[in-house]
């Protein structure tokens, strides 16, 4: 039922968007690549005469388009989209995560403070794992809870990074390509240029989590500001989380959110300046991390939602937070296909360029030989039908002396028979 569930999910997500594209500018890199090696067995003397017409410099140029070509191709293999997720400690960063891949997998709740960067990939196959920085060595993750306790354990550095590779077929974001990656809360003084350089510079989407039952902080507001000045345009979502709790205080509740509303909008739109108006609008959302993890999980033995419930108001809140994700996935998706492809196809296009023009120019000078041997052949024929046409004359001039002279032995003879 859960495998159905996903499958449905999956043949309308917006997500579809990048794995088609990239399924499609693989099969264009196959191509070149069949086009680079056929061209480079062809330049490297397949045919005979091939070495008169083409130098060894340009030999070893088309050997560099294969390499290049299967450069792209590993770099086009590797290409994902990555969201990553800031925010004060316990806001719910790890629970947004993981209500978002259906399935607790990262450690979350009092104690597991993760103080350093994970990362969640998909993997083929059954056994989850997880790599440290700086070591191949991969370790077996049984169960959340000793993900929990390494994680804890352990003496990492903020900046680093665990990467915790999820078996792809348990969950759709992780099959479609996606990269979830939490860090450590902003207010455990961030050494935030090694945390840009290091996770964020190549991330399509940001997403802040806020807690909505305090404002946003300083520590929350510089670290975007600080990702807004070194990449041009962030994608950013602003999430206001733990919002079950406003259910408690209804009269206050609408007039919370449009505070929390409009700090927020005006956040991205007046002190970031990466959103217009209009975009800032589909940017926030007013969501329940927990709830809805346990929601999806109730779902997935079979049972209702609401089971998942925290508080009154759970179908709206629930719903907001698919709606977050559909945003979301539509956002990641159109940003990873320009950032990511565009810079392979324009790559692509240079190298076909490139041959092209090399190609071009061996086939003028093949040209070329082959109008000089057609000249020598031409001359040559010319000469030999100058040859036969004097052997022509010659002989029919013998053959008319020689006629001459036979008539005239003749006359000869039949004179002095006369005689
Ligand atoms: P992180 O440090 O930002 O990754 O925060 P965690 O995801 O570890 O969450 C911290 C605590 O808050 C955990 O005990 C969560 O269960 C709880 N929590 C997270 N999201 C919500 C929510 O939406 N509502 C409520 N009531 N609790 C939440």
């Not at 991205?268 to 927990?290: D, G, H, M, W, Y």
């Not at 039908?385 to 005239?408: D, P, S």
Request: hydrophobic share 35%; aromatic share 8%; glycine share 4%.
């Amino acid at each position: 039922a859960t495998r159905a569930l996903h499958n449905n999910a999956n043949d309308i997500s917006p997500l579809q968007i990048f794995v088609r594209a990239k399924k499609k500018i693989n099969d264009i890199f196959v191509e070149i690549e069949d086009y680079v090696s056929e061209t480079t067995r062809f330049v490297e003397g397949d045919v005979p005469i091939s070495g008169d017409i083409i130098d060894k410099a340009e030999t070893e140029q088309f050997k560099s388009y294969v390499l290049k070509v299967s450069g792209i191709r590993e770099v086009l293999s590797r290409d994902h989209m990555k969201v990553a997720f800031f925010g004060r400690t316990s806001n719910g960063k790890s629970s947004v995560i993981n209500a978002m891949l259906r399935d607790k997998i990262l450690p979350s709740g009092i104690g597991h403070t993760t103080n350093c960067f994970c990362q969640v990939e998909g993997i083929d196959g059954q056994e989850a794992y997880l790599v440290k920085e700086g070591s191949d060595e991969k370790l077996n993750v049984t169960s959340i809870k000793q993900l929990a306790n390494a994680l804890c354990q352990e003496k990492l550095c903020e900046s680093s990074l665990v990467r915790i590779f999820w078996p792809r077929e348990r969950c759709s974001l992780l099959r479609d390509d996606v990269v979830f990656v939490d860090s450590p809360g902003v207010d455990v003084s961030p050494n935030l240029d090694d945390w840009i350089d290091n996770h964020c510079l190549n991330a399509d989407v940001f997403v802040l989590v806020l807690n909505s039952e305090s404002t946003m902080t300083l520590a929350e507001k510089s670290f975007f500001h600080e990702v807004s000045t070194r990449l041009s345009k962030p994608n950013i979502f602003i999430l206001n989380n733990r919002w079950d709790a406003s259910a408690s205080e209804p009269e206050f509740q609408e007039s919370v959110k449009a505070q929390h509303q409009e700090r927020c909008t005006d956040f991205l739109i007046k002190e970031l300046k990466v959103s217009t108006p209009k975009e800032a609008e589909e940017r926030v959302f007013f969501v329940s991390a927990r709830e809805t993890l346990q929601a999806r999980l109730k779902e997935q033995e079979g049972l209702p939602a609401i089971q998942g419930a925290l508080a009154e108001g759970f179908q709206n809140r629930y719903f907001e937070f698919q709606d977050f994700e559909r945003k979301f996935e539509e956002c990641i998706s159109q940003s990873a296909v320009r950032t990511k492809f565009a810079q392979h196809s324009s790559r692509g296009k240079s190298i076909a360029n490139e041959m092209r023009q090399m190609l071009d120019g061996i086939y003028e000078r093949a040209n070329v030989m082959h109008n000089q041997k057609l000249d020598q052949k031409k001359k040559l024929t010319d000469r030999i039908a100058n040859t036969e046409q004097q052997l022509m004359l010659v002989t029919r001039e013998m053959k008319m002396k020689i006629h001459n002279m036979v008539e005239e032995v003749e006359q000869k003879v039949a004179k002095a028979l006369n005689e």
